[in-house]
């Protein structure tokens, strides 16, 4: 296996800087959109050889450092008891979301063996094809507890800051039940095969330094805690997260990831030198003309000053229509680039 998005991971000397893109399989590819005009986004997360044929899709087409697993980071909530579905126009719906404490206490507990067994199987279908390692990932309590109680994606969570500042009792029991989930879900990803663990927090970025204290890092500190038993490297992501990263640091994880908001130096001199980061390329960038393209990757990689642990990527995922050339050009930039 070629691993050296496995010793950056861990801080080690590598031969060029690894690379991947977060939702690398994905709307930008072709080959992916002729599946979805045959299957709904859910079909294709539960069909194992479905999930592992879109996993293969970039890895066959670019060269990649990392796969990454298909799926969607909502799929642990509809065995909790949630009815979800991806609406044309809406994206992801939740049809029950959780209004109170009974709500929150009626959610079920979540065997991933059998209750997300496609996802395990997807790994297990997909990780002898591979010459690189496969990373296993999930949402974070807060990202998905905000899904679960707004009904969907939000832009001021409002209901969701209603639950944590006016019924903490609710809120702690759904963080600690989501948490509990978690672990078990990642783990068992670990042991069908996954190599890494990545925790999208994608929505942290709505909370204030002193709410992210109270409401949320207890909770991250339990998941990273639990996680460390599983023994592969996990990724700590976030977006609008520049307030957050010190205490995103102090939550866990063995690689912190910084979006385009913040330069990558700036970031990492603020999680420690002693934690590798991954990032940090705006997506959109994608569409620029290829001078500009090539002049901020370029400035990406002197900022990470040849250092060992720091992992290219996006500071969030590739976007829909983004030009195919365009990341290829850049994972050849990054390589030839970074060679030591």
């Known amino acids: 296996m070629r691993d050296r998005f496995l010793k950056a991971c861990r801080r080690e000397p590598t031969d060029c800087t690894p690379i991947w893109f977060m939702r690398q399989a994905g709307r930008y590819m072709s080959v992916f959109r002729k599946i979805r005009e045959k299957h709904a986004l859910l079909t294709v997360c539960k069909t194992p050889e479905l999930a592992a044929e879109v996993t293969l899709q970039p890895v066959a087409r670019f060269d990649l450092d990392a796969a990454i697993i298909f799926a969607d980071i909502l799929l642990p909530i509809e065995p909790m008891g949630l009815h979800l579905d991806f609406v044309k126009g809406e994206g992801p719906t939740i049809f029950n979301p959780l209004r109170d404490k009974k709500d929150v206490e009626a959610l079920k507990p979540v065997d991933p063996e059998s209750d997300l067994r496609f996802v395990m199987e997807a790994i297990r279908t997909v990780r002898p094809s591979l010459a690189i390692p496969l990373i296993g990932f999930s949402g974070a309590p807060f990202t998905l507890a905000s899904y679960m109680i707004e009904g969907g994606h939000s832009r001021n969570y409002i209901k969701t800051k209603q639950m944590m500042y006016g019924a903490p009792d609710a809120w702690n029991l759904l963080m600690t039940k989501l948490t509990t989930v978690l672990i078990d879900y990642l783990c068992a990803q670990v042991k069908a095969g996954a190599d890494a663990l990545q925790v999208f927090d994608s929505w942290i970025g709505a909370l204030s330094t002193s709410d992210y204290c109270q409401y949320v890092l ?77 002049k901020q990757v370029t400035e990406i990689l002197a900022l990470a000053e040849n250092r060992s642990g720091h992992i290219f990527n996006l500071g969030h995922g590739i976007l829909p229509e983004t030009p195919e050339e365009n990341v290829e050009a850049v994972i050849e930039w990054v390589h030839k680039k970074s060679a030591r």
């Open 218 to 294: 207890p909770h991250m500190k339990r998941l990273f805690t639990g996680l460390k038993k599983c023994g592969v490297p996990v990724i700590h992501f976030g977006t609008g997260t520049a307030t957050l990263l010190k205490m995103q640091r102090e939550a866990g994880g063995d690689v912190i990831g910084l979006d385009w908001r913040i330069p990558l130096n700036e970031g990492w001199n603020l999680v420690g030198h002693d934690v590798a980061v991954q990032g940090n390329l705006d997506p959109v960038l994608l569409f620029a003309p290829h001078a500009e393209i090539e």
